[in-house]
């Protein structure tokens, strides 16, 4: 299974119970053969464009672990969910989340020696 970041835009009028959106886009991973590993909501916040005629979306981050067939599948599933009003799913770059982790830990010693 590979490792994929999936960020999901809600409709923003489903903001007083965000939890079924959700729960449909768990389902929707689950369903597919995934599992999540971490799930993030950032809130409510302006769109760049306008779509569907809303100006704003609740954005939902998640990291995903999916078989080979999930990634359309999940596509094909969403594309067609109302409450979604876009998604992006991408592969992740193991190379370049290795340098940010390295560049993290780097950082933390760097402030533990100068204190």
């Known amino acids: 299974m590979k490792e994929y ?14 939890e079924k959106p959700l729960t449909n886009v ?9 599992e999540i590993i971490r799930e993030d909501n950032w809130g409510k916040k302006r769109l ?5 005629r809303e100006d704003f979306a609740i954005y939902v981050y998640m990291d995903v672990k ?3 067939d999930a990634p359309l599948k999940i596509s094909n599933t969403l594309n067609i ?5 876009r ?4 592969k992740v770059d193991e190379k370049g989340r290795a340098l940010l982790e390295e560049a993290a830990k780097n950082a933390e ?7």
């Open 5 to 18: 970041e999936l960020t999901v835009l809600i409709h923003p009028d489903l903001e007083a119970d965000i």
């Open 26 to 34: 768990r389902d929707i991973i689950k369903s597919a053969g995934g």
């Open 48 to 52: 760049a464009y306008s779509i569907n």
């Open 66 to 68: 999916l078989p080979a």
């Open 81 to 85: 969910t109302e409450e979604v009003l």
């Open 87 to 90: 998604y992006l799913l991408v």
């Open 109 to 115: 010693t760097a402030d533990a020696e100068e204190k």
